[in-house]
């Protein structure tokens, strides 16, 4: 695989924060790669991959550190299967703030992507609409407090199970 230009310039700010091994069609094919980006303190970033069949896919790239947020961060990753439905990737990001009169508590944000195999060729579709307003959500005070349903994993495919 071929580093891009932006990939090397970056090489200093960005550093592989988590890797996983995933099997989605079948044992151990795919790894999952989470690199967190500190460009200054007010940019920071978390960008994923997925890596399958020798291909790296991109995912998606979380900015951090908006007002007095502290960084965002990768939580967690699944898979999400279903017999007649193709696999579904979940991430599932956070971002603390703190200090009052801001926002405080714990911010998630959640991206879905349809994993599609047609032929020789794998590919991702983002279906995070599919949530509505529900991809993202605070978990603290703004004002009154708020309580975000998607903090982990497991509700989130609970979700799926009845919607998807």
């Known amino acids: 695989m071929k580093t891009t230009y932006a990939e090397t310039t970056l090489e200093n700010f960005c550093k592989v924060d988590q890797t996983y091994k995933l099997s989605i069609f079948g044992n151990n094919d795919a790894k999952f790669i989470s690199k967190n980006c500190d460009l200054s303190p007010d940019n920071q970033y978390v960008e994923s991959f997925l890596i399958l ?4 896919m991109y995912i998606n790239k979380i900015n951090g550190r908006v007002g007095n947020g502290g960084g965002a961060e990768l939580i967690a ?11 579904v ?15 405080s508590g714990k911010l998630y944000t959640i ?11 794998v590919t991702l579709k983002s279906i995070t609409d599919i949530l509505g307003d529900n991809n993202s959500g605070l978990e603290g005070v703004s004002d009154d407090y708020m309580h975000f349903k998607f903090k982990d994993i497991a509700s989130i495919k609970k979700w799926l199970d009845k919607n998807y």
């Open 53 to 56: 069949k020798n291909k790296k």
């Open 77 to 87: 990753v699944s898979l999400y299967k279903k017999n007649s439905k193709n696999p």
């Open 89 to 103: 990737l979940i991430t599932l990001y956070s971002e603390t703030y703190c200090c009052y009169p801001q926002p």
């Open 111 to 121: 991206d879905l992507n349809e994993i599609k195999k047609e032929n020789n060729s």
